[in-house]
């Protein structure tokens, strides 16, 4: 079945660091792609998102690139903020096939980010 | 207002009482769903619902039932908890009729339950 892994962590950084959450896949055919973000106390929102391969999703100064050949989607900032700070998910839907799977997402684990001043 | 709704937003109870979880959306969404997160598993979907005539099961659903009492409405109930049902549950909406954003899920903020 479907499967999301991402790089785990906690990952600690300063301000002004550069960011990259590791995130791979497995599924069958051409699944959309998302990042979401969980701020402490908050419920889940969605970063950006990939469609197709060698798209770029890209929102508030996080990119992430579909790479259908390596099956990745590292999420990427070029200088993090103390208000970056969150819990980042990497996740897929299955292709737009109908049926009871359509629309449904696999999560990986998660992973922590921590920014310090 | 918050698009999707949870009551309570915490709650502690013991091994064996029945409890149920709320959740409402003013999203107009056709799709709802029913996670838990634990440290290091990300979220697993419990179960989810097309429409008030159809709900399906995820991938941990034992434990747990749903109800869907109308579009906007969708409740968890835990019949008898345990300990290991300790954890932060979120609902979800998404509207599949959209193609666009069929696959896009709205969260609440989330309900932190306690078994003891």
């Known amino acids: 079945g479907d499967s999301v892994t991402q790089m785990e962590g906690p990952v600690t950084l300063s301000e002004e660091a550069f960011l990259t959450i590791n995130c791979t896949y497995t599924a069958t055919g051409y699944p959309s792609l998302f990042w979401y973000v969980q701020y402490p106390g908050e419920g889940l929102q969605l970063l950006l998102k990939?469609?197709?391969?060698?798209d770029k999703g890209s929102n508030k100064g996080f990119e992430a690139t579909y790479r259908k050949e390596t099956t990745s989607f590292h999420l990427e900032k070029g200088s993090v903020q103390v208000s970056d700070s969150a819990v980042y998910f990497c996740a897929l839907s299955p292709p737009n096939a109908g049926g009871t799977s359509y629309g449904k997402l696999t999560f990986g684990q998660g992973t922590i980010l921590t920014v310090h001043p | 207002d918050a698009d999707v709704t949870q009551t309570p937003r915490n709650r502690i109870t013991k091994t064996g009482k029945r409890i149920m979880l709320e959740c409402s959306q003013t999203k107009g969404h056709d799709r709802m769903y029913w996670y838990r997160q634990d440290p290091g598993l990300g979220l697993r979907l419990i179960y989810y619902s097309f429409d008030v005539k159809d709900i399906n099961k995820g991938e941990i659903s034992d434990g747990y039932s749903v109800s869907r009492q109308a579009q906007a409405k969708f409740s968890l109930s835990l019949e008898s908890a345990i300990p290991n049902q300790t954890a932060l549950y979120f609902c979800?909406?998404?509207?599949?009729?959209?193609?666009?954003?069929?696959?896009?899920?709205?969260f609440g903020p989330g309900t932190r339950l306690t078994v003891l």
């Open positions: 990939a469609t197709k391969a060698d």
């Open positions: 979800a909406t998404s509207d599949t009729r959209d193609r666009a954003v069929y696959n896009e899920q709205f």
